[in-house]
């Protein structure tokens, strides 16, 4: 039965079924089907036979076609989602306005469906793949649904007739089945000995899942029907073991068991069932089966298990990289180790996920989303797979593209917050997420060797693993930062303690890792770089979550959470300190970044205090436990100090690269900021002397801290101290006066920020979006581009548009800081903060001095960084405060300003400033005094010997007297003879008893003794080091080479104590310090304070630093302002006790040099800039060598010199001779520009539209290949091909920068160029090089001609001959044959110039005439060289000549010399006297009928082009020609160019028309000037003309255009000039360059007579006021009716089909526009979305890079193979065939141009930019554009200059690859 079924015809057997079926006892129906799908859908057969596919297409359909019913079935779509979905690489949108979820994207059409004006959207360029959001509320604001599925709801759509799928439900679930079962056989492991090939499986098939696909596409109703068929447990059953008798379905099901079995996933039928009943699909046997199973169970297959037994043995030795196991993570051990399959979807998941996610799958399973219950049931069945899907992304070969289809999907579901919640209750999916992650990284731990290395019990990830290098771990921390952004999912996850703590533990894997070691004694080999993949993983799976869970910790009411989390945070601290093993000292020379607890306990800190109003206190641990908490971020903040020190230098650069990472924009709020907030809680709540002590021991400074001039540092060398002293002080600044987690708002953060980055350098809008830090997880509160930063950017910043440098370079726009934020906001200390590179801080204060400069503020010396209010402390950290008051301190503060007093060495400026900034803060930040009773007057017994209190105030005018310093005895300190020190004095150092004391006094204080002892010890440790009581320094020490010279190497010198006398305070410090500043002896006077005004302080240099201090001082307390004006009033010169050290002396004058050295470089570089500076101006001006003639020669003058010239490379100067020739350097390039004129002026527009289209048919290029083409059918082609010019496509254009050389130089150079090395961006090969002396780009040197000698007066000079004794001279002058030239090295070099010339542009170019290679050929294309220059050169001067001067184009012009290579090389062509056009011009011929029949005419002198006439004339006739020859040519022809334009004119009018001018015009023939009117000549032509019927009646087919309006004298009059002034301004210009004719100006309207006058066509005497008659210029020598006869006569002599023809080539209109690129639309959007998805009209195809040519607006595939021809892409074929090797083109992905110039192209740079003036290549921002018309027009100016090699300097060769 099923066999005759299968034989029958498809259609009508299916539809026999469908009614079979509709029957109510539908049984023989069902069981024919199912026989006939028995046969048709045999998974033995092999997959790729399509015979099955049509069979269910057919039966699907019920007899109708396939594409009828899907019509049908698409009408009962009641989907109210768009659902599209997309694969990586997809142009999308995404609204931050309308969306809920930031993972909201929607596809262009509903975009631009949507109303989105005024939103804050960007397109972008999909990576993994996604879908369209549309109409969905769960993710995004229904305002911005499109119009589409904004009405569409479900309720209008008629229900689906029960008959219309009836068929789909019988026929699919044998399909999918039959899908599975192939994917069953065709799957191997990858460890069988077969090749596996996976994609060859997947291959076969696609049209099946192909199928699929097109079935989700036909909306709600179908979609319906898969969701019942794939979630239908029955079904599943029923179908997938195959029935009792099959055999082969029997064993396929075997195949899919073991493949679970491999997979480490036990099937439930092995598990014999335990009696009881499935549970129902709940939490049991859901997902967390799959993941908390998969722990237990992974897969032999790996190699590092040899079985499964072992692993449960949890072998715990981390050493041999055995995985960790963790003993609690089961959280409910009850859960099975098996996953279940029980329906379709789950096994095709499974065999998704086992495939690694092949593309086809992913986008069916994904266009089913959006049916409501597919959703549901998929995201839990995603979920249970979740652990097996992180296996198998472990083990992929392919992990980055698998990761980008993982993510494709898991966004989609875990963006919905109601989904994910349902998910998180039902199926575990956070213990899931936290448990695969946890595991994912057990699988590279390593013993951490932080600290103690023996004995650390702490493990860490190892970051050279490749799961960490290659970020595989990303999809999985990107979804679990996914759910935690949903405040329902992030606060079940906070309220479960054992998650929290599970949490903690993962984190603590990444704590301390990638440890750097400072290698002491040799460079490190290997650079290692595993810090990328460090920054990285904290960044990405430790700080975003943080930032996600801070998200939801706003609040009062979310207290609880924070005091948890807090709580894990220290408790996880502990156990790692217990681990690594740490009592109170970090080990030396190591340091890591990655401190992640530390920081989630900061930032957690931070919120409770800000946003909670959590009490700090309740929240800190004891105080042990906070020295230990300080001591790792202190140790990177030293570390950070010491590597800009140089000291890590062995380490390699990727250490600082680690440096500059730390502190660099998308980490420092994750990184540095919650380190220094850590810090600054520890500083307020441990004793400041302590913490004082410590910082400077960190930076290993102690030993500097002393007295004495010279001292011994145990630890560092010379050089590093200053810079270890600076990175110490500022440091403190920075501890005690940021204040971002201490009390700023967000607003004033965000300033803070904004204001720093806009100090160091002027940024555009995008840097600056990317430089401020903002929290890392796109929920949180600042999003980049929210209003709260446009309105802070428009408070502190003015924009700078963009403007255009003359070199041509682009800029964008900028924002550069307003002047009141550099008067007041300017905050040294945030930039040195937030910057990367140390010369941004050095830039931001060059900015600074520049802005006081300008504003008149300091205009004297080098001005500080200016000092900056704080922001008030929260109250929480008053404490801190106490940091500036503690005798500690204070103690190396007066230590420092002594020093700096006494010159000491290692002092600098910047210590000096960062001291008196301490000082000033100090004085700012007052502690109250009324907590002295908790610590019981300990203060009092501690350093009384130096200070009295804390309070810095009253510390600074305390004065002291003696300190006791030990020294080394080689120190000048040492006095020879001892006197014993005064003992009664009390404030003599005395250290030794105060120690005693003190330890005896904190035994009393018993309460807290353990803790207190390590401070004491550290405290006392501290103040020994900085008086040298003890002697540390007896570890080995180095020697200081300058004071110990004489001891022997090794041993260092004894140390011994010394007494030194003192007698200052610090306020006598700090005046003495003034003078030394100020360099004068009393620059203080006593009453100096009453003067001060106040307000003057805040810029200045250190001396205003110190009046402003001293000020402070003076008015917080009387007994200062005392002390103050007492020293003033005494002042004394400074003298140092006993006397200066050799080493200051040293140093003093060290510094001097350095500063003479500054100065003598300073003055050398502004003598070289001012001669470079006068060489560019005299560069600017470099006369070309015409510029000799171009001096009024009157008659009197006699030039005797020759021509000099100087070549740039020998730097001789001497004429260019024969024998050794000079040249200019030119570079000749082919230029199709002119050919791309236009008759109108209106540009072109580029179609963006399928309607509009550009048309090349009215280009200047097209026009004249017609009319050439047009002649060669009819006239002789050797008169043809010199009755037109060529080159306006592909002709030569030469321009030249005006330096000469000898070529034998040039030679020479070249030679060198070719055996450099270095890589230059021409090649050599090809004969391009760079002027020697300009660097412009060259390829040639055009030769000079030798000097002029005395002949040229004579030949300039006028003379009063007639015109008809000129005509015979030039006729004459004609006849003499070209003398061959000498040859010589000129000669020779003139035809090698000939021959770069000819190689320039492309053979098409060149081949015009009917047999290539002939010399008419030869002849055409090297006048045509000429025509093209001088063409070109008036449209560089604007289309005329009315600006008239040597405009800029001039002063570079080599024409002259061009002309004299062309001359030489024409005068080897002879014109055959016979066809000499002349005598045509000249003279009334008798008629010549001896022309053979079949020999063609020649050209008639009506079709001929005059200027192409004009310039062979001149270059065919013996040079020099005479100026009165010249100007006879250009009156000859300019009677012809007038005759030709009354012809064509005539052809213009209608018939009446002609009738009443011809009768008019023929009353005047008889008047004396008849000759010279126009109405008797047009009269003539027309009468003349009119013997022919043909050549008028031509035109009457086609209405003329202008016969509406009626001809008046003056608009002919007007026509006729317009005509002949193209003719004019050729002859004019070439006049300019022979004769070096001065070029008048004139306005437009006098443009005619100006230049008839300056050709001596108009006599001088007329007065330009009358209306100038054309004709009245013209000078005829014979009859001119007679002449005007013969010309009409050629044209009326043709025979009748030429005729018809060829009138065409009367109406001539030589008149073209300047040349345009194409006009473009204003906004970008509209190209790129007409062309992004264009497919290209050569392969059909949609290109991968679609580009445009903007001169022809051509489509064209960058880089395409599909539209290689012969090796060469289409973009370089495009250039050659429409610039002639010059291609603009416009990269529509990229939106940027790109110009091709010949085998080389470089990026120009955009057109387009967005709302803040910047460009935006790749478009990776995807903010709107907008075309900038500044840009397009020096786009444009440089296409029609030529000047593109010039200006860009970034060339590459292509290789004919785009």
């Not at 090794?1050 to 003192?1062: M, N, S």
């Not at 470089?1161 to 470099?1182: G, I, N, P, Y």
């Not at 002949?1620 to 004719?1637: A, K």
């Amino acid at each position: 039965m099923a066999a005759s079924l299968v034989r029958r015809d498809k259609k009508s057997t299916a539809a026999h079924l469908k009614a079979d079926l509709n029957w109510t006892d539908n049984s023989s129906g069902v069981r024919q089907l199912q026989e006939l799908l028995d046969s048709v859908l045999n998974p033995e057969k092999p997959a790729a036979d399509t015979e099955a596919l049509d069979w269910c297409k057919c039966l699907i359909a019920g007899g109708e076609g396939f594409e009828e019913f899907c019509k049908t079935v698409r009408s009962y779509d009641n989907a109210t989602l768009c659902g599209l979905v997309w694969t990586a690489n997809f142009v999308a949108y995404r609204c931050r306005t309308c969306g809920i979820s930031p993972c909201m994207s929607l596809c262009a059409e509903c975009f631009n469906n949507g109303d989105h004006t005024g939103h804050d959207f960007n397109m972008f360029r999909s990576q993994a793949g996604g879908a369209c959001d549309c109409g969905d509320s769960n993710v995004m604001r229904e305002t911005g649904f499109c119009n589409r599925h904004r009405l569409r709801t479900g309720e209008n759509v008629p229900s689906v007739p029960r008959d219309l799928l009836l068929m789909s439900e019988m026929v699919l679930p044998r399909f999918i089945i039959c899908v599975i079962q192939y994917l069953r056989d065709g799957y191997t492991e990858p460890d069988t000995s077969t090749e596996r090939d996976l994609q060859k499986v997947l291959q076969q098939l696609e049209p099946q899942i192909s199928f699929l696909e097109e079935l989700t596409k036909m909306g709600g109703a179908m979609r319906t029907v898969l969701t019942k068929i794939l979630t239908n447990q029955q079904i599943f059953k029923d179908l997938s073991m195959g029935q009792e008798d099959n055999v082969y379905a029997k064993k396929n099901y075997e195949k899919y068991l073991s493949a679970l079995k491999n997979s480490g996933l036990v099937s439930v039928e092995e598990k014999a069932q335990s009696g009881a009943a499935e549970p129902t699909r709940g939490a049991e046997a859901g997902a967390g089966a799959g993941a908390l199973g998969l722990l237990g169970a992974e897969a032999p297959a790996s190699p590092d298990e040899s079985n499964k037994e072992e692993d449960q043995d949890g072998g715990q030795s981390v050493g041999q990289r055995k995985r960790v196991k963790l003993s609690s993570t089961a959280k409910d051990p009850s859960i099975m180790d098996s996953l279940k399959h029980k329906c379709f979807l789950e096994e095709l998941l499974f065999w998704t996920i086992k495939y690694e996610f092949p593309q086809k799958m992913v986008t069916f399973l994904l266009n089913m989303l959006p049916d409501q219950d597919y959703k549901i049931t998929f995201t839990k069945t995603f979920v249970q797979h979740y652990a097996f899907i992180m296996k198998t992304l472990m083990k992929s070969q392919e992990s980055d593209t698998m990761s980008n289809r993982i993510v494709h999907i898991s966004v989609q579901l875990f963006s919905n917050e109601e989904l994910a919640r349902h998910v998180t209750e039902e199926c575990q999916l956070l213990d899931i997420m936290v448990t695969v992650l946890l595991y994912m990284m057990e699988s590279c731990l390593i013993k951490s060797e932080l600290q103690d290395e023996e004995n650390s019990r702490h493990v860490v990830v190892n970051c050279s693993e490749p799961l960490l290098k290659n970020n595989t771990y990303w999809p999985l921390v990107s979804d679990f930062i996914n759910i935690l952004s949903h405040q329902s999912v992030a606060k079940k996850f906070l309220e479960d303690h054992s998650l929290l703590m599970l949490w903690m533990s993962f984190v603590s894997f990444f704590q301390g890792m990638n440890l750097n070691k400072r290698e002491l004694s040799e460079h490190v080999e290997f650079e290692s770089q595993t810090y990328y993949a460090a920054f990285a993983a904290e960044l990405e799976a430790c700080a975003q979550p943080m930032w996600g869970l801070l998200t939801h910790c706003k609040v009062k009411e979310t207290q609880e959470y924070t005091k948890t989390v807090v709580r894990y945070c220290l408790e996880t601290l502990q156990i790692w300190f217990d681990a690594i093993g740490f009592v109170d000292e970090p080990a030396p020379n190591q340091v890591t970044f990655h401190l992640p607890l530390h920081r989630y306990y900061a930032m957690f800190l931070s919120k409770a205090v800000k946003c909670q109003g959590l009490d700090l206190d309740s929240l800190l641990p004891h105080q042990e436990m906070l020295m230990k908490i300080m001591v790792h971020p202190l140790q990177i903040q030293a570390s950070l100090s010491e590597i800009h020190s140089n000291m890590w230098v062995r380490n390699g650069l990727q250490i600082k690269g680690q440096a500059m990472t730390y502190v660099q924009s998308h980490f420092c709020n994750s990184m540095i900021d919650p380190d220094i907030f850590l810090l600054q809680v520890c500083a307020s709540r441990l004793d400041p002397d302590y913490f004082i002590s410590s910082v400077f021991e960190r930076f290993k400074v102690v030993d500097l801290l002393t007295m004495a001039s010279v001292h011994q540092n145990a630890v560092l060398d010379g050089e590093q101290e200053r810079p270890m002293l600076e990175g110490a002080l500022t440091f403190l600044v920075i501890l005690s006066s940021l204040r971002i987690h201490l009390g700023m708002a967000d607003d004033e953060i965000l300033r803070a920020e904004m204001v720093s980055q806009l100090c160091m350098n002027d940024r555009t809008h995008s840097s600056l979006l990317d430089l401020i830090p903002e929290n890392p997880n796109p929920k949180s509160g600042i999003v980049p581009g929210s209003c709260s930063f446009e309105e802070m950017l428009s408070a502190v910043a003015d924009f700078k548009a963009p403007v255009f440098e003359p070199g041509g370079s682009m800029q964008q726009g900028m924002y550069t800081p307003k002047e009141e934020v550099w008067e007041k906001e300017f905050d040294p200390i945030m930039v040195v903060l937030r910057t990367v590179y140390r010369r941004d801080v050095q830039s931001a204060m060059d900015r600074y001095s520049a802005f006081l400069k300008q504003s008149g503020m300091h205009t004297t010396g080098n001005p500080w960084p200016p000092y900056k209010e704080r922001t008030p402390l929260h109250p929480c950290y008053k404490g801190l405060d106490r940091l500036l008051h503690c005798k500690t301190l204070h103690i190396v503060i007066f230590t420092l300003l002594y020093k700096i007093w006494l010159d000491h060495s290692n002092m600098s400026e910047h210590v000096l400033c960062m001291v008196l900034y301490l000082i000033e803060l100090g004085l700012d930040n007052q502690v109250q005094e009324d907590k002295e009773d908790e610590e019981p007057c300990i203060e009092e017994h501690c350093h009384d010997s130096w200070f009295p209190g804390t309070n810095l105030l009253s510390n600074l005018h305390h004065v002291i007297n003696y300190v006791r310093v030990r020294v080394p005895e080689t120190a000048p300190e040492v006095k020879r003879e001892k006197d014993p020190p005064p003992s009664t004095s009390a404030e003599a150092a005395n250290f030794g008893q105060n120690s005693r004391r003190l330890t005896g006094n904190w035994r009393e204080n018993v309460r807290e003794a353990q803790v207190f002892s390590l401070v004491a010890e550290r405290r006392r440790k501290f103040q020994e080091i900085i008086n040298r009581s003890s002697t540390e320094a007896s570890q080995v020490v180095r020697p200081k080479s300058s004071s110990t010279r004489w001891v022997p190497p090794g041993t260092p010198p004894q140390l011994v104590t010394e007494i030194l006398e003192i007698r200052e305070s610090m306020l006598s410090l700090l005046i003495k310090l003034h003078q030394k500043l100020s360099a004068k002896q009393n620059s203080l006077s006593a009453t100096w304070l009453e003067d001060m005004e106040t307000n003057s302080h805040a810029h200045g240099d250190g001396i205003t630093a110190i009046e402003r201090i001293l000020t402070k001082a003076a008015t917080r307390s009387r007994q200062s302002k005392r002390n103050i004006q007492e020293i003033c009033g005494k002042v004394s010169p400074p003298v140092a006790p006993k006397k200066n050290g050799p080493t200051d002396k040293k140093t003093m004058d060290k510094d001097e040099r350095r500063q003479r050295a500054r100065e003598r470089q300073q003055k050398l570089l502004a003598e070289f800039a001012s001669r470079q500076k006068s060489f560019m101006e005299t560069a600017m001006d470099v006369e070309s060598p015409d510029a000799e003639a171009a001096m009024d020669l009157g008659a009197s003058e006699v030039m005797e010199s020759e021509v000099l010239y100087d070549c740039v490379i020998c730097g001789q100067s001497g004429p260019s001779t024969e024998d050794r020739p000079t040249g200019l350097v030119v570079l000749l390039q082919a230029s199709s520009v002119l050919g791309h004129r236009c008759k109108s002026d209106e540009t072109k527009k580029l179609p963006t539209t399928d309607d509009e289209h550009i048309y090349p048919a009215d280009t200047c290029g097209a026009a004249h290949d017609v009319r050439l083409a047009l002649m060669q059918r009819f006239f002789k082609d050797s008169s043809c091909l010199q009755s037109v010019s060529i080159g306006w496509e592909g002709g030569v254009y030469v321009q030249t920068c005006g330096h000469t050389l000898h070529i034998d130089c040039h030679k020479s150079y070249m030679v060198s160029l070719r055996n450099d090395q270095v890589l230059q961006g021409f090649s050599v090969d090809k004969g391009e090089f760079t002027c020697p002396l300009c660097r412009q780009f060259a390829n040639s040197v055009l030769p000079c001609r030798p000097g002029r000698s005395t002949e040229v007066v004579s030949w300039h000079m006028p003379t009063n001959k007639k015109t008809a004794v000129l005509v015979k001279e030039v006729e004459d002058l004609q006849e003499q044959l070209g003398l061959f030239p000498t040859e010589s090295n000129l000669s020779k070099e003139m035809e090698s110039v000939i021959k770069d010339i000819k190689n320039t542009t492309q053979r098409k170019y060149m081949d015009y005439g009917k047999n290539p290679g002939s010399p008419d050929n030869d002849f055409l294309f090297m006048y045509s060289v000429a025509r093209t220059n001088l063409e070109l050169e008036l449209v560089h001067r604007g289309g005329n000549l009315c600006s008239g001067g040597a405009s800029a184009a001039a002063k570079r012009s080599c024409l002259n010399q061009l002309f004299h290579v062309l001359a030489m090389h024409m005068r080897l062509y002879s014109i055959d006297s016979a066809y000499n056009p002349w005598t045509r011009l000249t003279q009334v011929a008798q008629r010549r009928d001896d022309c053979l029949d079949d020999e063609r005419p020649e050209v008639p002198m009506l079709f001929r082009d005059c200027p192409s006439l004009l310039i062979i004339f001149v270059l065919t006739m013996p040079q020099p020609l005479r100026k009165e020859h010249f100007i006879c040519l250009v009156r000859m022809l300019y009677n012809l160019q007038y005759t030709q334009a009354l012809a064509s004119l005539s052809a213009k009018f209608s018939p009446e028309e002609r009738q009443a001018w011809s009768t008019s015009g023929a009353l005047k023939k008889n008047a004396f000037d008849a000759e010279k009117s126009y109405d008797a000549l047009l009269s003539h032509v027309i009468g003349e003309l009119s013997k022919v019927k043909t050549v008028y009646d031509v035109n009457t087919e086609v209405p003329s255009m202008l016969s509406s309006s009626v001809w008046s004298p003056h608009s002919i009059e007007y026509s006729l000039q317009q005509f002949c002034l193209p003719y004019l301004r050729l002859s004019c210009l070439l006049q300019h360059h022979l004769y070096g004719d001065k070029l008048s100006g004139c306005p437009e309207v006098e443009e005619f007579s100006g230049l008839a006058g300056c050709l001596g066509l108009l006599a001088p005497a007329l007065q330009p006021s009358n209306p100038i008659y054309s004709a009245s210029c013209l000078d005829w020598t014979v009859n001119a009716f007679d002449l005007m006869t013969q010309w009409c006569s050629e044209v009326t002599g043709l025979s009748d089909t030429q005729a018809k023809k060829s009138i065409t080539l009367l109406v001539q209109d030589p008149q073209w526009a300047s040349p345009h690129l194409l006009h473009l639309p204003d906004h970008y959007n509209i190209i790129f979305q007409y062309y992004h998805k264009k497919a290209c009209t050569a392969c059909k195809k949609v290109p991968k890079d679609p580009a445009l040519c903007l001169v022809c607006g051509t489509f064209v595939c960058l880089k395409g193979l599909c539209c290689k021809q012969q090796g060469i892409c289409e973009c370089v074929l495009h250039s050659q065939h429409c610039g002639a090797a010059t291609g603009i083109f416009l990269l529509i992905n990229a939106s940027v141009i790109i110009i091709i110039r010949g085998h080389r192209f470089c990026l120009w740079g955009s057109i387009y930019l967005d709302a803040h003036g910047e460009e935006d290549r790749d478009l990776r921002r995807g903010k709107p554009l907008f075309l900038c018309v500044e840009r397009y027009r020096v786009l444009q100016q440089q296409w029609v200059s030529h000047t593109f090699d010039h200006i860009n300097k970034r060339w590459g060769p292509h290789y004919n690859g785009l």
